[in-house]
């Protein structure tokens, strides 16, 4: 039976980017596990949304990395700078450096901090990682759709299917004749009575 305590995502991020975060997280929960409105709708574990007052915080933020299937990393210069961001990923980076299970999601929200001043520097561990591109508003929808594609267990898509062109198209009566392009066999006796009679 389901836990009713599990979350599909946990969201990192720095209180600067808070706004656009619990956005993002009202979108995510608007969402079902399947995409059909039968199927339960995802969970995010938030820390607004998940821990009360009096909670013990490391306690609850620990929890929330166990019982979470996935754990996004939104990325801007303030999540990078602050130590309460890096106690969560570096966390999460330890028990699987290289990301084998594919668990942590890199959400790349801006270059550069709010005030202009510094721009986003990457650690080692997500140098390497594909990420999910926010930094444009009107590239949302394409990137929020991967992502929940991602929540659901779905493979990027592919290219649509096209008529082809390089096939060879046969008559069902007709046999491809393999020796067709093949040079004819004339043997070295032919060929002398050819020439001498010439």
Same mark, same amino acid.
């Given at each position: 039976?389901?836990?009713?305590?599990? #979350?599909?995502?946990?969201?990192?991020?720095?209180?600067?980017? #808070?706004?656009?975060?619990?956005?993002?997280?009202?979108?995510?929960?608007? $969402?079902?596990?399947?995409?059909?409105?039968?199927?339960?709708?995802?969970?995010?574990?938030?820390?607004?949304?998940?821990?009360?007052?009096?909670?013990?915080?490391?306690?609850?933020?620990?929890?929330?990395?166990?019982?979470?299937? +996935?754990?996004?990393?939104?990325?801007?210069?303030? +999540?990078?700078?602050?130590?309460?961001?890096? +106690? $969560?990923?570096?966390?999460?980076?330890?028990?699987?450096?290289?990301?084998?299970?594919?668990?942590?999601?890199?959400?790349?929200?801006?270059?550069?901090?709010?005030?202009? #001043?510094?721009?986003? $520097?990457?650690?080692?561990?997500?140098?390497?990682? #594909?990420?999910?591109?926010?930094?444009?508003?009107?590239?949302?929808?394409?990137?929020?759709?991967?992502?929940?594609?991602?929540?659901?267990?779905?493979?990027?898509?592919?290219?649509?299917?096209?008529?082809?062109?390089?096939?060879?198209?046969?008559?069902?009566?007709?046999?491809?004749?393999?020796?067709?392009?093949?040079?004819?066999?004339?043997?070295?006796?032919?060929?002398?009575?050819?020439?001498?009679?010439?």
């Amino acid at each position: 039976m389901e836990s009713d305590n599990l #979350k599909d995502i946990f969201l990192s991020y720095n209180k600067a980017d #808070k706004k656009w975060v619990h956005d993002l997280a009202a979108q995510i929960e608007s $969402e079902t596990l399947d995409g059909t409105p039968a199927s339960r709708k995802l969970r995010v574990f938030l820390d607004e949304w998940d821990m009360d007052v009096g909670d013990n915080m490391v306690n609850k933020m620990n929890t929330g990395l166990k019982v979470s299937r +996935f754990f996004a990393v939104v990325m801007s210069p303030e +999540f990078f700078g602050s130590g309460w961001t890096n +106690f $969560e990923w570096t966390h999460v980076v330890s028990q699987d450096p290289t990301n084998t299970k594919r668990r942590i999601i890199p959400i790349f929200l801006r270059e550069t901090t709010l005030d202009g #001043k510094q721009r986003i $520097e990457f650690p080692a561990p997500f140098n390497v990682l #594909k990420y999910l591109d926010f930094r444009e508003t009107k590239a949302f929808s394409t990137y929020f759709l991967r992502l929940i594609q991602r929540i659901r267990g779905m493979q990027p898509e592919r290219g649509e299917q096209r008529t082809p062109l390089a096939s060879i198209v046969a008559n069902s009566n007709d046999e491809i004749d393999a020796t067709r392009a093949e040079p004819d066999h004339v043997s070295h006796e032919h060929y002398l009575r050819a020439f001498a009679s010439a």
